[in-house]
């Protein structure tokens, strides 16, 4: 059984005092079927850590392990300031730091080596999937962006839809399926079905807690990356609440 993982990405957003947000989700979640992890700004990683039982996770890194690259933060840094995740290839890192699959494999392989658990993640944009080619989009950033060694316990794949992030729409549950469904193919041909079969699917892309019970009934579906709607904790724990009555195979 894979155990449903709701993920929130607060982006670029929280200060240290919202760890009176990140308090309200202690205990949430009795049911040991699903699991949440929280991805802060950095800053307040470092800051959360120690204060929460929540897990939590980071929203990028760099291929090394230190040196010359300003700005930058290695995964075994993130490691070190209390993430056990960290997210990768988002799209928001894709068009504004022209993040490319090979960097996020790249990446990928960074996070293992610290011993994070990579969400490497993929999403067509709307003019992909306008001109039919959303499942070729997912399968080529799939191919390229996941490096070889990806098992249950180090990967979990994100299919966030570009024009679906933070603009209040989202495919229709027949296009979720569809798309989830193909990344499971796509994952058992290259890795066979006992190692894809325990991989983690989630999908991203304006899950509120009105629409997550529908999304997470999705036979590959695993458990949702939030954004806007993490970042309040009644929000949040409404979309947990909505994964809790599930389960997946
Ligand atoms: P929204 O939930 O705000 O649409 O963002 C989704 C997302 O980008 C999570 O990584």
Redesign the pocket.
Known sequence: MRRKLIAG?W?MNGARASIAELSKLEGLHPDPASEILICPPVTLLAAFEGKTSIPLGAQDCHWETGGAHTGDISAEMLKEAGAQAV?LG???RRTDHGETDADVARKTEAAWRAGLLAIV?IGETEAERDAGETLTVIRQQLQVSLPQGATAENTVI?Y?PVW????GRTPTLDQVAEVHDDIRASLEGRLGAEIAGGIRLLY????KPANAAAIFEIANVDGG??????LKAEDFAGIVAAAETQRSP
């Open positions: 990405n982006k997210i988002h799209s928001e993640c994100a966030e679906a992030i933070g603009t991203g892309g304006s899950v990356l939030i954004g806007g709607a993490s």
